[in-house]
């Protein structure tokens, strides 16, 4: 026990390079197949058509096939890699100006023996965005802000991840109307959008007490001396520009939230929204053309590692869907839980989920691969659809906060120099509490009869 205790985890890009080789391995072992898909009208998306699973011929990736996947898992995610670039390069600039170092200088000073607020206060934002639209990589560039806070109060590194996309992960597997969870799973099951969202919205609070708690706890637990991070060398010293600085930022956001929702934008507009705020930052901030440039290359230099994690997890379902062996996992999985009472039956879509979530770890691509498949499943078995996308919800949103394929969350964890084995030893007992708190969720519903 003592030598397995000893054992190091492996690298995040050796668990994920080892996550492609082995969906290599599973589309030889695995019997290829696929359902019939259909262009969904309301969704605009191409969806599975139940009952009609059948065997094609035998398409195995071989190994040299799997390496080429990860170029490919790159090219895929091209708009997240990019975003990720872009935004990383532009808060480079923002903090080359000074203007965050002296943005948390003051906020320590308005905290100043109320530190305990700030991990409620900071959890609560994040976790709206994630029950807003499902932010995840939007963090990645937040990191050195979220560390320098953190380290002013004395808190782990850690304590910025739980935070941070931990509580954007709570807030999203809880969410009442994320567009690209909840909604489209809505959509697809033929529910009215927002319904059943006052009984996700006491589940909700619950999620989040529950995770700040937890956060809170171990921040206490783990609190050491204050750092006191000086201003950037190369920033204004004087700071007559972070006030005007930090209301860019402040207005980026405010567009960028607009874009989203009102605009329907996705990473290639918010990417150009955010390289504009880092030029006009760099040039109000007093860093010139030549200093912005410079700032927006090490910002470029430090997302290098997240980008290329990021295209490494997409390869693994890029693998898996070169080999036809995805529409078969569902298959086989979810086929046989008609066979089950209803509540265990619903129990177990709860673990299925988790399980399709390593390989499939877009919520909206899992939505579009198993809700067409469950929906008519879950009224032959009596149990309201409602109740069925909680255990897609629930399951898939939960798995987020520990799947290694989640480029996100392994972005984030190596920027606040987190190992991934320490985040899942610490988060696990709280991630234990959610998904008991999901059960609790999906027998209510059950109970109540839930549409």
């Known amino acids: 026990m003592a030598r397995l205790a000893r054992a190091k985890f492996p690298h995040p890009l050796v668990l994920l390079l080892g996550g492609v080789l082995l969906a290599a391995l599973l589309t030889w072992i ?50 997240v890699v990019f975003f990720v670039f872009l935004i990383g390069g532009a808060f480079a600039v923002v903090e080359r100006t000074g203007a965050l170092a002296r943005g948390m200088d003051g906020l320590v000073r308005v905290l100043a023996g109320r530190q305990f607020l700030v991990i409620p206060i900071v959890s609560i934002a994040f976790g709206i965005g994630g029950a807003l639209e499902h932010m995840q990589e939007e963090i990645i560039a937040l990191v050195p802000a979220l560390l320098l806070l953190t380290r002013r109060f004395g808190y782990d590194p850690l304590v910025a991840v739980a935070m941070s996309i931990g509580a954007a992960a709570v807030g999203a597997a809880f969410s009442p109307l994320d567009p ?49 991070s000086p201003v950037n060398a190369t920033a204004q010293t004087d700071g007559r520009y972070s006030t005007l600085v930090l209301l860019i930022v402040v207005a980026s956001f405010a567009v960028f939230v607009y874009g989203v929702f009102k605009l329907g934008w996705d990473f290639t507009q918010m990417a150009a929204l955010f390289f504009l705020m ?95 498949v469950l929906a008519p499943l879950a009224d032959l078995l009596g149990m309201p659809r409602q109740v069925m996308i909680l255990t897609y919800q629930y399951g898939a949103g939960l798995c987020e906060l520990l799947t290694p394929t989640n480029g996100a969350l392994i972005a984030i964890l190596t920027a606040a120099g987190v190992s991934y084995e320490r985040w899942i030893r610490v988060v696990f007992p709280a991630l234990l509490g959610l998904f008991a708190l999901a059960m609790v969720a999906i027998t209510a519903g059950l109970a109540i009869h839930l549409s």
């Open 30 to 79: 695995l019997p290829a197949g696929e359902y019939a898909r259909q262009l969904d009208p309301v969704t605009h998306r191409e969806i599975v058509v139940a009952g009609t699973y059948h065997a094609i011929a035998a398409q195995p990736v071989g190994a040299f096939g799997a390496l080429v996947a990860i170029p490919q898992g790159l090219i895929a995610a091209a708009d």
């Open 180 to 228: 690209f969870q909840v909604g489209i799973a809505q959509q697809l099951a033929h529910l009215p959008l927002l319904s059943g969202a006052g009984f996700r919205t006491l589940f909700l609070v619950i999620a989040m007490i529950l995770w700040i708690w937890a956060t809170m706890r171990f921040a206490a637990r783990t609190r050491g001396a204050a750092e006191q």
């Open 278 to 372: 880092g030029i006009v930052a760099g040039i109000v901030g007093g860093l010139r053309v030549t200093g912005t440039a410079e700032a927006f290359v090490d910002g470029f230099r430090g997302m290098a590692y997240a980008a290329i994690v990021i295209g490494f997890a997409r390869a693994i379902s890029t693998v898996l869907e070169q080999g036809k062996v995805v529409d078969t996992i569902i298959h086989g999985l979810f086929t046989p839980l008609g066979h089950l009472p209803v509540l265990a039956s619903a129990a177990s879509m709860l673990v299925m989920h988790t399980a399709i979530h390593f390989p499939v770890p877009s919520v909206s691509g899992q939505a579009v691969l198993t809700i067409p």
